[in-house]
């Protein structure tokens, strides 16, 4: 859940710059307020208005080449009016490209809010500048249409674009299935997600010539969607450029793309510097100041004591203006500490999640899944998880299993995925428990020989026309009562290249149990 959004980026347009530029973005802006705004005409270039629940104030200035534009709306959400909104909108020139802010975040209003229950989502007012005038993110040239990539542009798109070390922007792949759909529309994707991630559509052919570059482990494709972070290099954990496979994007359907503007929203910093805005607009302010004084002089003629009392006023007036300035730059500058920390805070929780949870520990379910049993978990494991395959007696026991924790059953799942893909490159360097066990999942790679003398039978498991013995297992809890433990036990097939699922559930017969 995010309840806020901010995106910054640079406009610019071959056939204006400077404060012409300005105005026709604020202008796109006004006409977009306008059509949104429910309330007496917005008529005026600036002003402000009041609607029964709203308010818009639009202010602009300019002092020689240099101008800004300020929109603030408050407002109730459209679909549930106790949920309100403070849209912000900024344009600064100083002559050149216009840097735009949009800042949207949810207020208060008082005990009947739910925060955790309304969800922030794009302005439209950020595609239409968009697609309006040249924009840019740090040189990253912004679009609301997805690009195309086939056999003819795939190297150049995946070397240039997704490798290139000075991208600022994740970039989003999706792929057609077998049956050459896509289950996003590409075009609607990265309009929504304009300013925050460029969104490219991989052709079937295409996808070939990103396996050659990035290799198996971070390849895309089939139907499947993956976001490849800024700075990747193909030596990276797979998990960190996270993916989706096609029957997992087939089931979000197009929640995938609230799943993703979210994702971005929250990673993304909110501090954005505005220091060109503050200062364009403070020098507008003082400037209509001491044009003001200067009328006040003129009509106060040679009263002296007058003339003292105004500029008494003026100099009271411009240090309170210059305190309030720098406390709301302190400001600005906690809320950039704060951000940089959560955004630490979210690296480690994600990367906490790619390491899998420590035993006992809860396990975080995936982007709107919930994981409520242990059938449920190994269901979607094996239909995302290419890398597993469960027998029939791992799907029995699963069933049976009344284990409290299902999500960090899924976890171990996917931890099993991840330790495939390493497996795979080539030799892990140390042990299958030591690899686990520093991520959380204990695993015992063998029973004793009294326990296999005694209750080998239980190892024992039907696959097709032949019987695995199978010792190895993860497992979480101690012995007793089954709601809080639970064995898993699997194999590592060579032939196939995967790993086998025998059982999922309670703790076999041992010496101990």
């Not at 818009?56 to 959400?77: N, S, T, V």
């Not at 910093?269 to 003082?286: E, F, K, L, N, W």
């Not at 009328?295 to 305190?323: F, N, P």
Request: aromatic letters at 8%; a negative charge.
């Amino acid at each position: 859940m995010a309840e806020r959004y901010t995106v910054s980026f640079r406009v610019t347009s071959d056939g204006s710059e400077g404060i012409s530029l300005m105005e026709a973005a604020g202008q796109i802006v006004r006409d977009w307020a306008r059509e949104r705004f429910i309330g007496p005409p917005v008529d005026t270039p600036t002003g402000e208005w009041r609607g029964t629940s709203e308010l818009l104030r639009i202010r602009q200035g300019q002092i020689e080449d240099a101008g800004f534009f300020a929109l603030d709306w408050e407002h109730p959400d459209r679909d549930e009016p106790l949920y309100h909104w403070l849209t912000e909108v900024r344009l600064a020139t100083e002559g050149g490209p216009v840097q735009a802010t949009v800042d949207v975040r949810l207020l208060d209003t008082g005990p009947a809010l739910r925060l955790e229950g309304k969800d922030v989502d794009r302005p439209v007012a950020v595609s239409r500048l968009i697609e309006a005038f040249t924009c840019d993110y740090g040189g990253h040239p912004l679009t609301i249409r997805a690009m195309r990539v086939g056999g003819a542009n795939a190297e150049t798109f995946t070397k240039d674009v997704i490798l290139n070390p000075d991208r600022r922007l994740p970039t989003v792949v999706l792929t057609r299935d077998a049956d050459g759909a896509c289950g996003l529309d590409p075009d609607a994707l990265q309009s929504r997600l304009a300013g925050l991630a460029t969104v490219a559509l991989y052709e079937d052919e295409a996808t070939w010539a990103l396996t050659k570059q990035l290799g198996q482990a971070l390849t895309c494709f089939g139907g499947a969607v993956r976001i490849y972070w800024p700075g990747i290099t193909i030596s990276d954990n797979p998990l960190r450029h996270r993916r989706w496979l096609p029957q997992h994007a087939r089931e979000l359907g197009p929640r995938l793309g609230k799943v993703l503007l979210h994702l971005f929203v929250s990673r993304f910093s909110r501090y954005t510097d505005q220091s060109v805005y503050q200062d364009i607009a403070g020098r507008v302010r003082r400037a209509e100041q001491e044009a003001l004084m200067e009328q006040l002089r003129e009509r106060s003629g040679s009263d002296d004591a007058y003339l003292e009392l105004l500029e008494q006023v003026q100099a009271r007036v411009t240090e309170a203006e210059d305190d309030r300035d720098r406390w709301r730059q302190q400001a600005q500058e906690f809320e950039r500490s704060n951000e940089e920390l959560n955004a630490l805070v979210r690296q480690h929780e994600s990367n906490w999640k790619m390491i899998g949870t420590a035993s006992q520990g809860d396990a975080e379910p995936d982007d709107e899944l919930e994981v409520r049993t242990v059938a449920e978990a190994v269901r979607l494991a094996s239909e995302r998880f290419e890398s597993l395959r469960f027998l029939p007696s791992a799907i029995e026991s699963a069933a049976m299993s009344p284990y409290d924790r299902p999500a960090q059953v899924y976890e171990a799942f996917e931890a099993l995925d991840e330790l495939t893909l390493e497996r795979l490159q080539g030799p892990l360097g140390k042990s299958i428990d030591d690899w686990l066990g520093e991520r959380g999942f204990p695993y015992t790679p063998r029973e004793s020989q009294t326990t296999m003398g005694k209750w080998g039978h239980e190892r024992q498991f039907r696959d097709g026309q032949r019987t695995r013995t199978v010792q190895e297992h993860i497992k979480f809890g101690a012995d007793g009562d089954p709601q809080h433990h639970i064995r898993i036990y699997v194999t590592w097939d060579d032939d196939e290249s995967r790993w086998i699922v025998a059982y999922v559930g309670r703790h076999l017969t041992t010496t101990q149990s």
